[in-house]
Structure formats: C-alpha cells, structure tokens
C-alpha cells in the first residue's frame, strides 16, 4: 500500500507502487535477535529419538529375552522364523541364525515413522535444522524438498501405514494372550497384559490419528453429503489426527516400556504380578 503526503506537498514516501526501493531486511550481523531457549526443544527431539534408535537397535541385535510366558515384546512380534522363542505366532520360515527376527519385523513400524508426517517436521526441524525454530534462519542455501532422493523414499508413508495397522492387529492379538498364565489357561491377568494392551491401543491410535489414514478415510471425494458413512468416519478420524503428535510420542514410549518389561521378565529381574 502506498503512503502519500498531504495533499499540496507534492511529496510521496516511496514504497512498493510508487517506483521505490523494494524493504530489505535489517544490516545486522546476527542471524536472529531471540534471547529464549529456541534450541532446547529440538535438543531435546534429538535427544529422545536418538536414544530410541539405540535402544531399539540394541535390542533387535541382541536377539534374546524377548520371550516370557505368554508375553511376547512388540519388536519380536509377529516372530515369523523358526528359530523364535515362545509360541504366539505360525512360524514362516528358517532364517538364518546370525539374523534376529526382529530385523525383519522392524522394517515396517519404523518405516511408518520414518516417513510420518510429524516424525518428518521433528527430525527435519532437529536434525536438519530445516528450520530450527521460527525467525531462526536456516543454514541451508538450497532445498530440493522431497522431489528427489533420498526424501523422494516419504512417499512410500502410506505403503507403511497399511503394514502397520496389520502389525497393530497382531499386537492386539498378543495382549489378548496376556489373558493366559504360564500353562496356557486362559481367565488370568497380569500387569503385562496391562502393558501390552496399552501399548496396543497407544499404537492404533497412533496410527488411526495419521494424516494418511484421514486422507485414505475421506479424500477423494467431491461431495460429502452422497457419502455419509465416509465423511462420519472421517470426522472421528480428523479429531484423533488433531492429537496425532501426542499418540506419536506416548506410542513411541510405550513400544519401549513394553519390550522392557518383557525382557526384564525373560532375565528373571522381575516377577509378573498377577491380578487374578
């Protein structure tokens, strides 16, 4: 918007319309003026996601104490080689033994997170420092976005979020194992049913809550009102996608929080409490 003078000065401010120079930012050296903890949030996003790798890592590696009658940790679940412990899923094939079965299971929940889209802002924004915090300046000169590789590979979130609900099925069917005691008889209940029954839940949350999943249930369509089952499910799917970076953390913990009950079972650290 031009700004004049009074009329009869003859005198005009320069500005966007009026043929003047363009505003520049400010000549300061420093790349941002916040005196706050800008950085302590994305420190903390590197940190959390971080120790997930390693511990989760770790334990895929380790290959052991992922069993403890009838409970089965999330990163060894669906245990499809014949070289499992326990007996909670069919057995596929034989794998070789220097290959944890978890290797194979964690491809799919982690690349569903990899790819997630909240998961892509926190570690782009810590990691990356793309950006680090609003009117903090990127030390980037050029971004390609996620037209080419490797982000070119994000678009392969919904192909993950399919696999992962399947994964969501197969714990659900776990926890309701934790209903049995060490015999197989079933009408019994522990703490660790508990855990893997909150951690089932945590995670179809989680999953049901993604941006995918609310464009899978209600995109693609013109009209609402010729779908109304559609647009019901879509509505109760956006209202868990408003909490959806919640259930990507609690969801994350909780995976954690049950293999390490599990395996502080299978070590005999701990005893299961039974509620009856």
């Known amino acids: 918007m031009t700004t004049t003078a009074p009329r009869g000065t003859g005198a005009v401010t320069p500005g966007r319309g009026d043929g003047g120079p363009a505003p520049r930012r400010a000549a300061i050296r420093a790349r941002h003026l916040r005196t706050d903890r800008w950085w302590l949030q994305p420190l903390i996003t590197v940190v959390v996601l971080l120790s997930f790798v390693v511990y989760s890592s ?3 590696f380790q290959n052991a104490y992922y069993f403890a009658e009838p409970y089965i940790s999330p990163f ?3 245990c499809i080689t014949t070289g499992c412990e326990g007996d909670t899923f ?3 094939f034989t794998g070789p033994s220097f290959i944890s079965p978890a290797i194979y299971i964690l491809v799919i929940p982690l690349g569903l997170r990899a790819t997630c889209y909240y998961y892509r802002k926190a570690y782009y924004r810590s990691f990356w420092l793309s950006p680090p915090a609003c009117a903090v300046g990127e030390p980037h000169k050029r971004y390609t976005g996620e037209s080419r590789p490797p982000l070119l590979i994000q678009n392969l979130h919904r192909y993950a979020l399919y696999g992962a609900l399947l994964f969501n ?6 926890a309701i194992l934790g209903f049995r005691d060490e015999t197989g008889e079933w009408g019994h209940m522990g703490v660790g049913t508990l855990v893997l029954l909150a951690n ?6 989680y999953s049901l809550s993604c941006h995918s999943c609310r464009h899978i ?5 013109n009209h609402f009102s010729k779908h109304p089952l559609r647009y019901k499910a879509w509505t109760q799917v956006s209202k868990l996608n408003a909490s959806h970076a ?14 390490a009950y599990v395996f502080l079972l299978a070590t005999g650290t701990i005893t299961d409490f039974r509620f009856f």
């Open 90 to 92: 069919p057995e596929f």
């Open 217 to 221: 249930v209600g995109g693609r369509l």
């Open 169 to 174: 099925v197969i714990l659900t069917y776990d």
């Open 76 to 78: 060894y679940s669906p």
């Open 58 to 60: 770790f334990r895929a």
């Open 246 to 259: 919640k259930f990507a953390w609690l969801s994350l913990f909780s995976v954690a929080i049950a293999d």
């Open 200 to 205: 089932a839940a945590l995670l179809w949350l």
